[in-house]
C-alpha cells in the first residue's frame, strides 16, 4: 500500500519560503512514476502545484508565476516543495500526492500552512 | 485554463435514494491518445480527497458499485445509486487533459 506524510513548518512569515517535504512508503520512487503536490485553501478547492517525473522533468502551474519548485530524492523516497515570496493567499492545506495517468491515486493526509506574521 | 464547472453546489438527498452530480468542463477533455481524463474524488470533513473513478468511468479498487460515472467531450455526471450515510462531503471533478489539471469547486453532499 502506497502511502505519503507531508511535514513542515505549520506556520510562515509572509515573503518568506514555504518549505514542505513529502516522505512516501510502499513504493518505490525509483521506478517510473510522476510525484505532484496539491493545495486546499481553508473552505475553498483543489488546486493543482506541479509535478515531477522520477526521471527528472517537471510542470509547473502558471498561477504560481515561477515561485515553487520541486525536487525528488530518491535516496530518501522523499520529494519536496519549495514556495518563495508567499503571502497570506497561499495559506492552506498541502497535499503531496501520486500521479498516475493524469490523475491522483494516493494522497497524503495533508499538512495546514498558515501564512501569518 | 479549463474551468470545470460543477453543479449543484449542494445537495441533500435522502438515505437509498439516487442522486446525479454534473461536472461540466470549458473544453474537450478528449485527449490525442483516445482517452478523456476525468476523474472523481469524495472529500470527507477533515480528510484527503479519496478517488472515486478515472477516465470517466473506471471504478477504483473497493469503491462501492453504487457508484458510476458517465459522459463524454466537456459533459460529465457521477451517479449515486442509493444514498449511504458515509457519502456525505465534498465530490470534486478533475481534468488530466489539458495543463494546469483542474478541479471543479465540489458538490456538497449532505443527507437528509
Known amino acids: 500500500q502506497v502511502q505519503l506524510q507531508e511535514s513542515g513548518p505549520g506556520l510562515v512569515k509572509p515573503s518568506e519560503t514555504l518549505s514542505l517535504i513529502c516522505t512516501v512508503s510502499g513504493y518505490s520512487m525509483s521506478t517510473d512514476s510522476y510525484w505532484s503536490w496539491i493545495r486546499q485553501p481553508p473552505g475553498k478547492g483543489l488546486e493543482w502545484i506541479a509535478y515531477m517525473h522520477y526521471g527528472g522533468s517537471s510542470n509547473f502551474n502558471p498561477s504560481l508565476k515561477s515561485r515553487a519548485t520541486i525536487s525528488l530524492d530518491t535516496s530518501k523516497n522523499q520529494f519536496s516543495l519549495k514556495l518563495t515570496s508567499v503571502t497570506a493567499a497561499d495559506t492552506a492545506v498541502y497535499y503531496c500526492?501520486?500521479?498516475?495517468?493524469?490523475?491522483?491515486?494516493?494522497w497524503g493526509q495533508g499538512a495546514l500552512v498558515t501564512v501569518s506574521s | 485554463d479549463v474551468v470545470m464547472t460543477q453543479s449543484p453546489l449542494s445537495l441533500s438527498v435522502s438515505l437509498g435514494q439516487p442522486t446525479s452530480l454534473s461536472c461540466r468542463s470549458s473544453?474537450?477533455?478528449?485527449?490525442?491518445?483516445?482517452?478523456?481524463?476525468l476523474s472523481w474524488f469524495h472529500q470527507r470533513p477533515g480528510q484527503s480527497p479519496r478517488r472515486l473513478i478515472y477516465r470517466v468511468s473506471n471504478r477504483d479498487s473497493g469503491v462501492p458499485d453504487r457508484f458510476s460515472g458517465s459522459g463524454s467531450g466537456t459533459d460529465f455526471t457521477l451517479t449515486i445509486s442509493g444514498v449511504e450515510a458515509e457519502d456525505l462531503g465534498f465530490y470534486y471533478c478533475?481534468?488530466?487533459?489539458?495543463?494546469?489539471?483542474?478541479f471543479g469547486q465540489g458538490t456538497k453532499v449532505e443527507i437528509k
Open positions: 473544453q474537450s477533455l478528449l485527449y490525442s491518445d483516445g482517452n478523456t481524463y
Open positions: 500526492a501520486r500521479e498516475w495517468g493524469r490523475t491522483v491515486d494516493y
Open positions: 478533475m481534468q488530466g487533459t489539458h495543463w494546469p489539471w483542474t
